[in-house]
């Protein structure tokens, strides 16, 4: 008897340990969070933090900025992770007017085969955040309130944001 309590605890301890948000410092990148180790969301990020991306073992990035914002160089970090040899997919989501085909273009794109780990970003990581809640609901068929503590612990801050996750992943569930 003690010894399946025993290994139900370190059952439960292991899946906690493998769920749990680190947040890291990578020069380039703002609001760098890490879950396990199939995903990172994170902020704006510079062409010259695509090397070290490279280097921590990421096989993609999705860029979730629009191509008009300020400061979001779509083209120069495309360029960086085509030179250090990561896949790069854009996929502008407009926090303004959520469009429902993005969360299916960007669940796509994350479930294909090789494209995990995966570096997913935006400006501040609010949008990031949100399409791995809806990963978390619609394919993993997590409870939403576990998703969406998950997901503010990656950097999900906007209730619009949340809500559009919320909607999204109950109605496209996998």
């Known amino acids: 008897m003690r010894a399946c309590l025993a290994i139900a605890l370190a059952l439960v301890a292991a899946t906690a340990a493998a ?3 680190t ?6 990148v703002t609001n760098f969070a890490r879950l396990e180790t199939t995903v990172a969301c994170g902020g704006a990020t510079t062409a010259a933090a695509v090397p070290e991306l490279k280097k921590m073992g990421f096989a993609s990035i999705i860029n979730l ?14 360029a960086a992770a085509k030179d250090a040899g990561i896949k790069f997919y854009s996929i502008p989501f407009n926090t303004a007017s959520p469009d429902p085909a993005v969360p299916e273009k960007f669940l796509q794109t994350l479930t294909t ?12 990581g609010n949008r990031a955040a949100a399409m791995w809640m809806i990963k978390r609901i619609a ?16 950097g999900l801050t906007n209730p619009t944001l949340k809500q559009f996750a919320l909607d999204y992943a109950q109605a496209h569930k996998r």
Do not use: F, M
């Open 19 to 21: 769920q749990q948000v």
């Open 139 to 154: 394919i993993d068929h997590w409870d939403a309130d576990k998703a969406a503590a998950e997901a503010a612990s990656l």
């Open 65 to 78: 900025r629009v191509p008009t914002e300020q400061g979001a160089n779509i083209d120069d970090e495309a």
């Open 113 to 124: 085969p090789g494209n995990e780990p995966a570096y997913i970003h935006c400006a501040s």
């Open 23 to 28: 947040k890291e410092t990578i020069p380039g």
